[in-house]
Each structure stands twice: as C-alpha cells, then as structure tokens.
C-alpha cells in the first residue's frame, strides 16, 4: 500500500493509506461549521428564506455549539454579502452551471478562498467533503478542479471586477438612483461590513464602558459584541436599537398622558422608547411569537404598556388614540448591514403585496385616530414604492403630510429631505459604521 501525507482542515497532518478501487472510501468527517452555512445558503438561493430562519432549522435539534453557529454565520453572511461577485468570479471554470446546491458549496468554498484567508488545502478538502456528506459525491471531482483553480488565481479573479455594482441586484441598484448620485455605492461599501451594535439608554442612564456616544444620544459598540455583557443590561438601563430605527419615535414626540397606538409594535425598542415619554401606550403585535419576545423585553425594561396580539388592520382602540407610530412591515432593504440576504430574496414583485398592506394598514390607522391626531409612518425600506408613494396614498385616504423641521433633526441633518420627509441609507455615517435605511413621513388627520 502507498502512504500519503495530507493536511485536514485544521491544518493538522495525518496519513492516508490508498485504497483498491474496490474498498468504499471512510465517510468524511463531520463539519457542522460548513454543513450549517450549506443549508443557510441554500435556503436562500434556493428558497428565498432568511438566514435566521436557516439558521434556526439547521440547528434545531440544538446538538451545534455556539462556536459552529457563530462560525456558520459568518461563513453564509460573508457568501452571501458577495454572491454576485464570486458568482462572477466562478463563471470562467465551469461550462455550465451546476445544480444549485453544488453551487452554493462552490460560493463557499470560494469565499472562503478569496475573503476569509483559508489555506488553500482545507477550503477545498472541506468542500469536498462536505459535498461527499450530502449525497453530491458525483460532483466532487468538480468542485475539487474549480476550487483549486480559484485558489492558484487568488484575489487576482476579483481585480478589475466592479464589486460594488456587482454585489447588490440589478433591480435595487436601479431603483436606489433616486436616492440621490453615488448613494447606491455608498451603500454597497458599507454592505461589505459586518455593522456595530447600537444601544438606546434609557434617559439618564450612564454610556457604558467601551461604548461611543453618537449624535441623537445612542452608543455604539463594535461588531460582534456580546450585549449581555455590557454593563446595565439585566438591570434594563439599555435595549438593542440601530440609530436610525430610534428616530421614528423620537419625531412622534409622544407627551405625558398621552394615548398612543404602537402598531407592529416587536420587538418593542420603539414601544419602550414612547412608554419612556410617560405616554399610555398600547402596543399591537400580529404574530404571537413576536408578541412573546415583546413582552420579554418591556419586562426586562420593567415598563408599563398594554399588549394586544391582534392584525392592526381590523383591531380598534376602545376610543381613538392621540398619537399613532406605524413601523409597517416592509421589504426591509435598509438593514441589509445587518441581513445581506434580504437583498436577495425579495423581488420587485413583492413590493406590489407588501405596499397594499401598508396601505390597508394607513386606512386602519385613519380610523383608530382621533381628528387633529398624528401619525408617523416608517419603513426599514430603501424602495421608493414603500416611502413617498404611500405619503400619496396617505394623501387620497384624507391625512395631511407635515414635514419635518431642521430643528427637529438637528442631531441627523442630512436625513431630512426636500420634501420634509426622514430618510436613511447604510451609506450614512460611513466612517462610523453606517446606519439602517429607513424612511419616516409626519401624518396628521385634519380636525
């Protein structure tokens, strides 16, 4: 028998005794580490579900340790924050395209080649085996030929590709012009960033140790910081909020004794912030699971808020409400620093359906609100038909559209447009880590 030497993915070296033809081959060891991002990343490709929902199944029967799933994670989110990138930088090895499961093994092999500095023997070796695991042994020898052309090229297949344009769809890239000159670029640069943890204190509240104060009062943390770790979290001094997500219920200015109707209220950052005001609020939630993790949170706060679980679109207050905040489920393309597949798994298509709800949900709000009440409307959207095209259906339903003043966003200047609205993109505070997109319109029902 002949004897090899060869290195496993962890770099260690051990011997392999060759086989006859006719002697199966040792089942390869497992990885749950690729095997998670695997499924994550087919979930997406494929099914166009969310990596956290991929990331939920496949570790359901909770065996993964915590180190796996961190590791998946950022294995599947890097993938994906440059699928079409290497999409593109793979095209040259292969005269077609693989199934898509062969070639979601292929975009991780080579991300971890070009992005994650893995030596060369284990990106591939893992891969193989991986693809061995899961019944795609025929395909194999390929993803050994390819990947081992990938790693002989090195980051030189990336040179001259325009990463930038090439990393967000065609569709989006397009329909963000009307966000402004360079905007669209400016946000896949920051895309390319794993985004920093923002707090929200509550007031008076000390910065916690390690933490920047930013304009408007959040604190921000690095990436990848662990938030039951930092000073004040069981005693409810601070909660998860990106910076631009607090802004929506700063600009309802909620006033004491106030009722106020929070609709879509999980996970219950915005909700805490307007009880905080000494406002009576509601909060409405659909979906109970959601609703669960809402009232865990206001607990953790030690806050009073009613909890409704209930559509917001044919639930009513028991009299109408001073103030209403409406953060509508959207397409979610402004938190793509955080969720890189949302880019992926959304299509035009489905802004028709999600901008009829939103505006079900503006008719509803109509009817919950008292004349001379107000409401803010906002969406973690980029897309133009889930901003100003529902300030025009807010329009036609009788509300008045009362734009914003500079004074109200002092601490946030440039979010203000020319129409008075509030709008954010990633591209936002680059230099500090970018921001969620979003965009908020000030409604008033006329008394």
Not at 39 to 50: F, H, N, P, S
Not at 263 to 291: F, I, N, S
Not at 399 to 404: C, D, I, M, R
Request: overall charge positive; glycine content about 8%; some cysteine.
């Amino acid at each position: 028998m002949k004897i090899s030497s060869k290195s496993s993915p962890d770099g260690r070296k051990f011997s392999r005794t060759s086989r006859s033809r006719s002697a199966p081959r040792p089942a390869p060891q497992p990885d749950p580490t690729r095997d998670i991002a695997f499924e994550i990343l087919r979930g997406v490709i494929e099914d166009r579900r969310m990596l956290e929902t991929s990331l939920s199944r496949a570790t359901r029967d909770g065996q993964a340790e915590a180190r796996d799933r961190a590791a998946a994670h950022r294995l599947a989110a890097t993938t994906i924050r440059h699928l079409g990138s290497l999409s593109v930088a793979l095209e040259p090895f292969l005269r077609k395209q693989p199934p898509e499961a062969v070639r979601a093994a292929l975009l991780l092999g080579a991300t971890q080649l070009l992005y994650l500095e893995t030596p060369p023997h284990a990106a591939v070796g893992t891969i193989v085996d991986l693809l061995r695991r899961h019944r795609l042994e025929p395909f194999a020898g390929l993803a050994n030929a390819v990947l081992r052309k990938v790693a002989a090229q090195g980051v030189s297949l990336l040179e001259g590709l325009d990463t930038e344009r090439l990393d967000i769809p065609s569709w989006l890239w397009s329909s963000w012009k009307s966000l402004g000159p360079g905007v669209a670029r400016a946000i896949s640069r920051t895309l390319n960033e794993e985004a920093p943890v923002d707090l929200t204190l509550r007031p008076a509240s000390p910065v916690p140790e390690g933490g920047e104060l930013l304009p408007g009062g959040s604190v921000r943390f690095p990436a990848g910081t662990r938030i039951p770790g930092i000073a004040g979290y069981e005693e409810g001094l601070f909660w998860v909020q990106d910076v631009a997500a607090s802004w929506p219920a700063r600009l309802l200015a909620a006033r004491p004794g106030e009722s106020v109707a929070d609709l879509c209220a999980a996970p219950g950052g915005k909700t805490a912030q307007l009880a905080l005001t000494g406002a009576k609020v509601v909060a409405v939630e659909r979906e109970e699971t959601r609703a669960v993790r809402l009232r865990e949170n206001i607990a953790r706060l030690r806050l009073e808020v009613e909890t409704v679980i209930a559509d917001a679109t044919s639930w009513r207050p028991d009299r109408p409400v001073d103030a209403i905040l409406l953060d509508a489920p959207c397409s979610a393309t402004g938190t793509a620093r955080r969720h890189p597949d949302v880019l992926w798994i959304k299509r035009p298509r489905d802004l028709t359906a999600l901008a009829e709800g939103q505006r079900r949900l503006l008719e509803a709000a109509w009817q919950m609100l008292r004349p001379g009440g107000r409401l803010i409307y906002a969406v973690c959207s980029l897309q133009e038909e889930e901003g100003p095209a529902q300030v025009e259906a807010a329009r036609r339903i009788g509300f008045v559209h009362e734009a914003f003043t500079p004074e109200e966003l002092a601490d946030l200047p440039e979010a203000l447009t020319p129409e008075g609205c509030f709008r954010t993109h990633p591209g936002m505070w680059s230099d500090k880590g970018g921001m969620d997109g979003f965009f908020a319109a000030r409604l008033i029902r006329p008394a």
